[in-house]
């Protein structure tokens, strides 16, 4: 497994603790779960096999939010030769908290010829919610990863503004122990950049995608697929990591605009037609 399991709760944890760790092999013509440790709530459902041999898996946390003093920690190990899919069956939330701040760490490492694709649907910051995430990607080799977080601030349907709270956000890339990638978010509900024109312009919602190896063929088919957009969005190669960002106001559109480019570049990136979790359409 990429770490161990919590022994113990953290002194300056107050909450829920909920761990879970899995490994993927590729065994019998299909990749698998081969070994899975979990505490507290957060597990998954069986897997599913829409694409034939590429392990779709729901991340679940029964309770449905996160509060202060919380903290989720989930590892993931993809072998050699197999290929994983992991999304939740809905948006994550984070409440709102009088003091101590909530985390999530996702540790994910991939071995040499492996394949991971992580596709969370988007968390929800409620006002004055108080977050620190951390997503690290360990890649080996000629490992494959694409990636995305989606974060949306308040809740405007309900006329809930993020003007309390704060969350620190966090992505790093490593490629056999060297940085492809490191890009880090503080979003404070009562900073000025959140309305400024140099920050998120009023955007209420942001998202990140990360796609790696990645060449120009890959961009050119990614702003292909975002031509008719009308939003803010944006396709940028970082030596060979394609980074997609995208500014809006609904966590649907970021997510449905994000699934356009990785159907447009997946084929490109792995060899195979883009296949959506059927959890998406329900």
């Known amino acids: 497994m990429t770490a161990k399991p919590f022994t113990s709760l953290p002194d300056y944890a107050s909450g829920w603790m909920a761990e879970l760790s899995l490994r993927y092999e590729y065994r019998a013509a299909r990749s698998v779960i081969a070994a899975r440790q979990h505490q507290g709530p957060l597990t998954v459902q069986k897997p599913f096999y829409p694409e034939g041999d590429v392990c779709h898996t729901y991340i679940l946390h029964p309770p449905g939010g996160v509060v202060g003093g919380d903290i989720l920690r989930i590892n993931i190990d993809v072998a050699n030769g197999a290929h994983a899919l992991l999304t939740t069956p809905a948006s994550g939330k984070f409440y709102r908290s009088a003091d101590k701040h909530?985390?999530?760490?996702?540790?994910?490492?991939?071995?040499?010829?492996?394949?991971?694709?992580?596709?969370?649907?988007?968390?929800?910051?409620?006002?004055?919610?108080?977050?620190?995430?951390l997503t690290?990607?360990?890649?080996?080799?000629?490992?494959?990863?694409?990636?995305?977080?989606?974060?949306?601030?308040?809740?405007?349907?309900?006329?809930?503004?993020?003007?309390?709270?704060?969350?620190?956000?966090?992505?790093?890339?490593?490629?056999?122990?060297?940085?492809?990638?490191?890009?880090?978010?503080?979003?404070?509900?009562?900073?000025?950049?959140?309305?400024?024109?140099?920050?998120?312009?009023?955007?209420?919602?942001?998202g990140v995608m990360a796609i790696t190896p990645a060449d120009k063929n890959m961009v050119n088919a990614a702003r292909v697929a975002i031509e008719a957009f009308d939003g803010l969005c944006a396709v940028t190669l970082i030596d060979d990591v394609l980074v997609c960002r995208y500014l809006g106001y609904h966590g649907m559109q970021a997510r449905e605009t994000l699934t356009k480019i990785w159907q447009a570049v997946r084929p490109l990136w792995c060899g195979r037609d883009a296949q959506p979790p059927r959890i998406w359409s329900t």
């Open 102 to 133: 909530a985390e999530q760490h996702n540790h994910l490492h991939v071995e040499d010829g492996g394949i991971l694709e992580w596709l969370p649907q988007e968390t929800i910051l409620f006002a004055d919610s108080k977050v620190k995430t």
């Open 136 to 206: 690290r990607v360990n890649l080996d080799g000629a490992a494959k990863f694409c990636g995305w977080e989606i974060v949306c601030l308040g809740r405007p349907a309900s006329h809930e503004k993020y003007d309390l709270g704060y969350c620190q956000q966090t992505l790093h890339i490593y490629r056999d122990q060297l940085p492809l990638l490191i890009d880090r978010t503080v979003l404070d509900g009562d900073s000025e950049m959140l309305q400024a024109k140099w920050g998120l312009s009023g955007h209420t919602v942001l």
